[in-house]
C-alpha cells in the first residue's frame, strides 16, 4: 500500500487548497479513505472521511462548510479540497486508509495559512 499526499503550500488567510492523495497497492474503491492532519504539538487530528463509493462523508466540526473531501474511483485518488482557510487550519495534512485491519499513511504535505 502506498499513499502520496500533494498540493499543500503556504495560503493566506481566507484563500483555499486542493490536497490530493495518490493511492496505490490495494483496492481503493473498495475502502474508506480518511484525511487526518497535525499540527506541531498537538494530537493527529481526524479531519474528513469518505466512504468506498463517496455517496457518504463525515467531517470534523472544525472544518465543516468549508472543506469538502471527494475521491475519484478511476485515478484511486482522494482530494480535499479547502476554503476559507484559518491559521488555525496550519498543519501536516495525512492521507489513511484502513486495508484489512492496518492502518495505512502518507508523509503528508504541508499546509501553512499565514499573512
Known amino acids: 500500500v502506498q499513499l502520496v499526499e500533494s498540493g499543500g503550500g503556504l495560503v493566506e488567510p481566507g484563500g483555499s487548497l486542493r490536497l490530493s492523495c495518490a493511492a496505490s497497492g490495494f483496492t481503493f474503491s473498495s475502502y474508506y479513505m480518511r484525511w487526518y492532519r497535525q499540527a506541531p504539538g498537538k494530537e493527529r487530528e481526524l479531519v474528513a472521511v469518505?466512504?468506498?463509493?463517496?455517496?457518504?462523508?463525515n467531517y470534523a466540526d472544525s472544518v465543516k462548510g468549508r472543506f469538502t473531501i471527494s475521491r475519484d474511483n478511476v485515478k484511486n485518488t482522494v482530494y480535499l479540497q479547502m476554503n476559507s482557510l484559518k491559521p488555525e487550519d496550519t498543519a501536516v495534512y495525512l492521507c489513511?486508509?484502513?486495508?484489512?485491519?492496518?492502518?495505512?499513511w502518507g508523509r503528508g504535505t504541508q499546509v501553512t495559512v499565514s499573512s
Open positions: 469518505i466512504s468506498s463509493s463517496g455517496r457518504s462523508t
Open positions: 489513511n486508509a484502513r486495508v484489512v485491519g492496518r492502518h495505512y
